[in-house]
């Protein structure tokens, strides 16, 4: 059974770097039938891409065109897990932020088909 | 960024009785690989989304087949042919066709 299990800060201050991790459990990072992605939600903005990162011979990054100048997504394979850097925070940054797995529910690998989802960090920007 | 719309954002549904949710993309999301990457995402007052539906109407594991999903091009629904209390929650569409990966705004389910 696979599972995303989030952590990092609640509250973070503006103008600092927000930093979260997601161990996975049940796969491995490197996996090369899945992506392994962030997404936050906020109720100003809804549920908001922010990047991902996946492994097919050798690893690839995407990042949300918003925040791809403030943010970034790292594999750590020695860990099993990866995380997300989002530097220069303001207050718009407060939001529920998710880990997910794009996996392959059909037996290959299914773009945007998000099927694991780790249980949410609340990120607060705050001073 | 391909702008997703739902309607409507607000479905009042009597137990039993069937539901329907439309999503409607400002461009068409057939990717290049000849697929259209639409998914249907639920969400349950404080827990993350669930994976409903994804490529339009491939039905994910566990999920009810009085669930069902279609469409093409820029516009797709979701369907519920009989309403149950499990159902109550928020609704989304999201598609991956293009980066960034976008979602419509949602569509609240409950129950009259």
């Known amino acids: 059974q696979v599972q995303l299990q989030q952590s990092g800060p609640g509250l973070v201050k503006p103008s600092q770097t927000l930093s979260l991790t997601c161990v996975i459990s049940g796969d491995s990072v490197s996996s090369d039938s899945v992506a392994w992605s962030w997404i936050r939600q906020s109720p100003s903005r809804g549920l908001e891409w922010l990047g991902r990162?996946?492994?097919?011979?050798?690893?690839?990054?995407d990042y949300a065109v918003s925040v791809k100048s403030r943010v970034i997504i790292n594999p750590d394979t020695s860990k099993n897990q990866f995380s997300l850097q989002l530097s220069s925070v303001t207050p718009e940054d407060t939001a529920v932020y998710y880990c997910?797995?794009?996996?392959?529910?059909?037996?290959?690998?299914?773009?945007?088909?998000?099927?694991?989802w780790g249980q949410g960090t609340v990120v607060t920007v705050s001073s | 960024d391909i702008v997703m719309t739902q309607t409507p954002l607000s479905s009042p549904v009597t137990l039993g009785q069937p539901a329907s949710i439309s999503c409607r993309s400002s461009?068409?999301?057939?990717?290049?690989?000849?697929?259209?990457?639409l998914s249907w995402l639920q969400q349950r007052p404080g827990q993350p989304p669930r994976l409903l539906i994804h490529r339009i109407s491939n039905r994910f594991s566990g999920v009810p087949d009085r669930v069902s999903g279609s469409g093409a091009g820029t516009d797709f629904t979701l369907k519920i042919s009989r309403v149950e209390a499990e159902d109550v929650g928020v609704y989304y569409c999201?598609?991956?066709?293009?980066?960034?990966?976008?979602f419509g705004q949602g569509t609240r389910l409950e129950i009259k």
């Open positions: 990162t996946y492994y097919r011979s050798k690893w690839y990054i």
């Open positions: 999201m598609q991956a066709t293009q980066f960034p990966f976008t």
């Open positions: 997910a797995r794009e996996g392959a529910p059909s037996g290959t690998y299914s773009r945007g088909a998000f099927d694991i």
């Open positions: 461009q068409s999301l057939v990717h290049s690989d000849g697929n259209t990457y």
